[in-house]
């Protein structure tokens, strides 16, 4: 009943945003709808959610759950009539026994299972020498199993062997398992017989340095220090202390350092080019409107040159550095040096690095060669398609900040929607 009556609160909070003076308070309308839909279909779904848990809310019984003995606990809703309602109240289930046909099939799965189980895969009973597993129960069946053995000194409680105890001809063990499900309970033996590994293999020498190690232990419990054997076989043994894995850490962190900073490195350059690029897109009209301005002013191009370069001088301070400006006022000081007009105007549109500063340093230059005719009409055209594509890029750039931001709209609609739907769903099961 809470959550229906939250879903509706919800309903009603989501519905009150939609209202004129609320409405009015958010500047992007689209954005606004978008995120109020997915809020009020996220609320429709979990209000159905809600009732249908309502409906099949009442339980006459529980299923029992987990192994014989097993305790679960299962909240449920209590209401008694007249005296209290929806009163949170735990009941304990008891897990299921099995029946003893189901506890004969689990212990005969048992006994099939447990050689392989024992032994591994690679070995056979009656050639061991990898040391055996002796598990306490299997995975999926509820047996339990306790262990023993008739000589511990070979084979110890956990499965391990004891190299220098094996005989040379092998040692036989016989492996008792007890094997109880509920009230049935059986036995199974296994007969193995453990092998020392071979002499000049390298398990060999390992088997052969236990032995020593345990003389070695063994010689004189009381002294500070344990000698440690210096040859096995005709080999020679070295000891080395294991060194410290700090230089690794070290290693990693000087990699990962190094790769931070040229993300960092790299990303501050692209920074850069997408600033620079975009300072040139909007200078681009103005510099084409002051040029067409001052040609229908009488004004030649090189005199106009030299006025907005003296302009930008003048307020650089103020309006910052404009990569544009600055590619002029460069190809000015290469005309005071003695270049070309028609040079430098070429040269303008390459140091800008843009197709578009690249197309008016030629429109420059030819009209340079057949007079200003017409270029003031020309300029102005482009300007205004500079504006259009400005214009145009703004919009995009605007498209996709909303399309950003739905990724985290979604992610809180997921949150929204597991916290609606997980209760329903728990309720519904109980």
Not at 221 to 229: C, G, I, Y
Not at 354 to 374: I, P, V
């Amino acid at each position: 009943m809470a959550g229906l009556v939250t879903s509706i609160v919800l309903g009603a909070l989501t519905a009150a945003v939609m209202l004129s003076p609320v409405r009015r308070r958010f500047r992007n309308q689209v954005l606004l709808k978008r995120a109020v839909f997915m809020v009020v279909a996220a609320d429709i779904l979990a209000a159905l959610f809600f009732a249908a848990g309502m409906r099949g809310a009442r339980v006459s019984e529980i299923g029992r759950e987990g192994d014989p003995g097993a305790q679960t606990v299962k909240q449920l809703q209590i209401e008694i009539e007249g005296v209290l309602r929806d009163q949170t109240y735990d009941v304990e289930v008891s897990g299921r026994n099995y029946t003893r046909e189901e506890e004969a099939r689990y212990v005969a799965a048992c006994k099939k299972e447990l050689p392989e189980a024992v032994l591994g895969t690679k070995q056979k009973a009656k050639h061991v020498t990898q040391d055996l597993s002796l598990p306490e129960h299997i995975a999926g069946n509820p047996t339990q199993i306790r262990w023993s053995q008739d000589d511990y000194s070979v084979i110890d409680s956990n499965g391990r062997i004891d190299r220098s105890a094996v005989a040379k001809e092998g040692s036989r063990i016989v492996l008792t398992a007890v094997l109880t499900c509920g009230s049935t309970e059986d036995e199974w033996q296994m007969s193995v017989t453990v092998f020392p590994r071979k002499e000049g293999t390298t398990d060999g020498y390992l088997d052969e340095i236990a032995r020593l190690l345990k003389e070695a232990d063994a010689k004189d419990p009381t002294a500070k220090s344990m000698r440690l054997p210096d040859t096995v076989g005709d080999k020679k043994l070295v000891w080395k202390k294991e060194n410290g894995r700090g230089g690794y850490f070290l290693i990693i962190l000087g990699l990962a350092a190094a790769a931070f900073l040229y993300a960092q490195e790299n990303e501050k350059e692209n920074r850069k080019k997408q600033w620079r690029a975009k300072l040139m897109e909007e200078d681009y009209p103005q510099i084409l409107n002051l040029f067409s301005m001052l040609l229908r002013a009488g004004l030649t191009p090189g005199h106009i040159w030299r006025l907005i370069v003296l302009d930008y001088e003048e307020e650089k301070n103020t309006r910052g550095i404009r990569p544009a400006f600055e590619a002029m006022a460069g190809e000015l000081r290469k005309m005071q040096a003695g270049l070309s007009q028609e040079e430098a105007y070429l040269d303008f549109g390459s140091t800008c690095e843009d197709a578009r500063y690249e197309k008016f340093g030629n429109m420059l230059a030819r009209h340079l060669r057949r007079g200003s005719s017409g270029l003031a009409d020309e300029l102005a055209d482009e300007a205004r398609t500079a504006y259009q594509e400005q214009k145009r890029t703004v919009q995009e750039r605007g498209e996709q900040a909303q399309t950003k931001l739905l990724l985290p709209m979604m992610l809180l609609l997921m949150i929204v929607l597991i916290m609606v739907m997980v209760p329903a769903f728990l309720s519904m099961q109980m």
